[in-house]
């Protein structure tokens, strides 16, 4: 089977083809541009440079949330287009376990942590052995409410994720919290596809027209709005 994966949950984008298990083409830029600017090229590479088009793949997986709403719902509109002429499946996969993924395999426990500002981080955890096993829900949580889940976990211990360096900065002294290269807390196109493969494995893909963001929390706009209503005592 074929597998394409695409993130464009954050600052940075990637694309990935994964063949009968192989990794095929796997491309990724942090150039600070827009995923409007690089998006559609990136694709077009990754297929030139492995030969192959937007009918050879079998299942299309694209980081549905948590993340940028904007970036999620260009990733999430790109693959629609590309998947609807043919009906293949695609999977929304989680952008903390496509961060897992793409973490090698060992002993002790991941923490996957995006920043959510406001001192929140949307978090997940997996034990790396075996196979990134999920040890905690996607969530959306202060940092510092972290507190009990680190302190009991499989160690070492590795954060990954934008929101990283907010978790180091309160759990770093703890034994056992290790950091890993920089390069490991970006999300790869390989990890969504890995993610898509056992998403896949599971039954758990849906028709394009399903494709729809997992966001974990309201906009801007709605907690603003939200707390006018508030203020007003009007509804919420």
């Given at each position: ?104 395999g ?30 905690a ?42 950091a890993?290269?920089?390069?490991l807390?970006?999300?790869?196109g ?12 599971a ?34």
């Amino acid at each position: 089977m074929t597998f394409f994966g695409l993130d464009t949950a954050g600052r940075t984008v990637s694309a990935a083809l994964l063949q009968d298990g192989q990794l095929v083409c796997e491309s990724f830029l942090n150039t600070g541009l827009t995923h409007s600017e690089t998006l559609m090229g990136l694709v077009d590479g990754a297929f030139r440079s492995a030969g192959l088009g937007p009918a050879d793949v079998d299942v299309w997986g694209v980081c549905s949330g948590p993340g940028s709403f904007t970036g999620l719902r260009i990733g999430l509109a790109a693959v629609k287009g590309m998947a609807f002429p043919t009906g293949a499946l695609c999977a929304p996969v989680s952008t903390l376990e496509a961060l897992a993924q793409g973490c090698p395999g060992g002993e002790g426990t991941v923490l996957t942590a995006l920043d959510a500002r406001r001192g929140q981080v949307y978090w997940a955890a997996f034990d790396l052995a075996p196979g990134h096993t999920r040890l905690a829900p996607d969530a959306a949580a202060p940092v510092t409410s972290l507190a009990a889940f680190i302190k009991n976990c499989k160690k070492p211990l590795f954060f990954v994720g934008d929101g990283a360096k907010l978790c180091y900065n309160e759990y770093g002294q703890i034994p056992g919290v290790q950091a890993p290269p920089p390069a490991l807390g970006h999300v790869r196109g390989l990890g969504v596809c890995l993610a898509a493969a056992r998403m896949h494995a599971a039954g758990q893909c849906v028709l394009p027209a399903a494709l729809v963001p997992s966001y974990h929390r309201l906009s801007q706009a709605e907690r603003e709005r939200a707390e006018r209503e508030k203020s007003k005592g009007g509804p919420l």
